[in-house]
């Protein structure tokens, strides 16, 4: 017994007899930010060496790539498939796409890394990235979490139907190798409750938190980040909108001016009449009803031209250079910008083309790692337009706005008040009607006169500033992954007959 407790405080001191961990992402690193937490908390708050396996693409944050504990294993992409290849061969890259998948993930694991006291495994993807691991972690004698983010039979479900016999086998796979884990996370009470009352998984929440870099931006970061984006604003999407016309008459861009700001001397001011910026981060996924934010802006739109008894014979050349020169009016325009990757960014962009507005303009980018939080805290309204594959899930976009002091708008559906407080930090809509009247009610006087933003503002500061990543995870993971790594380590220890 002795001995036993003996081993018990060594383990619980530094996190297994290896002082080594795997994260591991079937996924693109830089667009898997809860996992680069992970290994960042795994390093700074367990003292451990941390394996990263993952498939590149986006660039992880400067704090992930620059910490002598994190050692970054890039494995090669699966080729995206052809859109014309015929629907007869479908099935067959279905089932080839894990398969290869299978040997790639399997040889990084057994043989590329040192042996870890615990694998951390994201899910989804659950086929073949939790066979793996847990394969993996038997052959290395390792401990094996989950940290589910969401259910992958769900999301296959979106594109192949919940009927389809493959997703059926993709749900078994998914249920049979999850109780297999010697821990799991996940990230609301309603996804506790499902794989506790379904699944026979008994899972620890772990809150998604922003970390210390999610903040809001100073005077100086929004100029100095205006400055490096302009280019990227100036250019409209199809036709040109008040955004492009104003920045005509910017002098050659000058660096002392942007769309929101002027530099005279030392100090910054942000304009007077400057639009409102509004944030969206999307995956371009057919979770994701980007529609409903087009249909909402052109609303906005009418309703604004109508308040305003202007009609369709209205100068807008003549409008545009009237707030160039420093008009105000009730309304204030809106500069929508929509970051992010994914499959159906190119048809919304034509749709975007098309819609004629005079006072709402927008833009799509990629930001790196360290310039999004930035856009965040220098935004005046963020957007979600999540809706969840299972309604069991929360998105994290939502949390990187908060920790920037950015009110909200999203999209309700089953859990989302979890996260979102009605009134308090946040907004709900279930149409594009609902959003679009909440935009009117909350820009209504901007900048100095929008009372119900600036409270949301405030609540959403004062929410933010209780909860941040490194604190959720040292009161939620880290005694999870302990408790799971030592667990493996006494069992393999009885095994063996060491104990």
Known sequence: MGDFEGKKGEEEKKIGRRGRACVVVLGDLGRSPRMQYHALSLARQASLEVDIVAYGGSEPHITVLSHPSIHIHTMTQWPITPQGLPKIFRPIMLLLKPLIQFFMLLWFLCLRIPSPDVFIVQNPPSVPTLVVVKWASLLRHSAFVIDWHNFGYTLLGLSLGRSSCFVSVYRWFEKRYGKMADGSLCVTKAMQHELAQN?????????????????????????????????????????????????????????????????????????????????????????????????????????????????????????????????????????????????????????????????????????????????????????????????????????????????????????????????????????????????????????????????????????????????????????????????FHILISIIAGEI
Request: net charge negative; aromatic share 10%; proline share 5%.
């Open 199 to 487: 699944w026979g998984i008994r899972a620890t929440v772990l809150y998604d938190q922003p970390p210390e870099f999610f903040r809001p931006a100073s005077l100086e970061e929004k100029h100095k980040l205006f400055c490096r984006i302009d280019k990227n604003l100036c250019q409209p999407l199809g036709v040109r909108d008040y955004v492009h016309n104003g920045s005509l008459g910017i002098g050659n861009h000058d660096l002392n001016e942007t769309l929101f700001t002027t530099q005279v001397g030392t100090d910054i001011f942000l304009k007077p009449n400057r639009p409102a910026l509004v944030v969206s981060s999307t995956s371009w996924t057919p979770d994701e009803n980007f529609g409903l934010l087009l249909e909402a802006a052109l609303m906005y739109d009418r309703r604004v031209a109508a308040i305003l008894k202007e009609d369709d014979s209205t100068n807008e050349e003549a409008m545009w250079k009237e707030i160039s020169e420093g008009k105000q009016y009730l309304y204030p325009r809106l500069l929508f910008i929509i970051t992010g990757k994914g499959p159906e960014k190119e048809k919304y962009e034509e749709k975007i083309r098309r819609l004629h507005l005079k006072r709402v303009a927008f833009r799509t980018m990629w930001l790196s790692a360290e310039d999004y939080p930035l856009l965040l805290g220098s935004a005046d309204l963020g957007v979600c337009l999540h809706t969840s594959s299972s309604g069991l899930d929360l998105p994290m976009k939502v949390v990187d706005m908060f920790g920037c002091g950015l009110p909200v708008c999203a999209v309700s559906y089953s859990c989302i008040e979890e996260l979102v407080k009605v009134e308090k930090n946040g907004l709900l809509f279930s149409s594009s009607s609902e959003l679009a009247d909440e935009l009117l009610m909350l820009f209504k006087g901007f900048p100095d006169g929008c009372d119900a933003l600036k409270l949301l503002r405030s609540g959403t500061l004062e929410m933010g500033s209780s909860a941040r990543w490194a604190t959720e995870w040292e009161a939620h993971a880290k005694p999870l992954v302990s408790e799971a790594s030592l667990f």
